[in-house]
């Protein structure tokens, strides 16, 4: 009888010490990948105009390396896309308008879709968050930065996706 108890001793020493020593380098894993990103970068931008009668949609995804844009007309089964890569300075020129402080506080407005209109949406994500506005060129004060970055963008595009 006096095995079973040491085994079970040990088992329970074991299960004590080895699993949270292990379970603790998997957090320093991630901990020390998090650390490379600055969690107020952004690492991409969505831009969405979707709506209509017709159900229209352009939808278009920059990250620090490419760009990909899709267009469509659902009620005609019309779809495309476009992919290109980008150079780190190009995705420095597209969200160098944009202020990281002022990510907070950019008012999204009613959406359009209701009455067969079309809605703008950015989608703003940086590794901490990401920001998500609907219609938000009613905020004057921060949509000029927003509206950079379209200007900027549209200047990469073909002309299709603009």
Not at 60 to 87: C, P
Not at 129 to 134: A, C, D, G, L, P
Request: net charge neutral; proline share 4%; hydrophobic share 35%.
């Amino acid at each position: 009888m006096m095995p079973a108890i040491k085994n079970t001793y040990l088992k329970l020493l074991f299960s004590m010490f080895l699993l949270p020593a292990f379970f603790s380098c998997d957090k320093k894993k991630e901990q020390s990948s998090d650390s490379h990103q600055n969690p107020n970068e952004i690492t991409s931008i969505s831009l969405s105009n979707i709506g209509g009668d017709q159900g229209d949609y352009k939808i278009i995804k920059v990250t620090k390396d490419s760009i990909h844009a899709e267009q469509g007309i659902t009620a005609r089964q019309v779809h495309k896309e476009w992919d290109s890569a980008i150079s780190i300075q190009t995705w420095n020129n597209l969200i160098s308008s944009i202020n990281i402080k002022d990510l907070d506080v950019i008012q999204s407005s009613p959406s359009k879709q209701s009455v067969d209109g079309i809605d703008e949406t950015f989608q703003i994500r940086t590794p901490k968050k990401s920001h998500i506005y609907v219609n938000s060129y009613a905020d004057t004060l921060h949509y000029r930065q927003l509206k950079q970055f379209k200007e900027q963008l549209y200047i990469i595009l073909p002309t299709e996706y603009q």
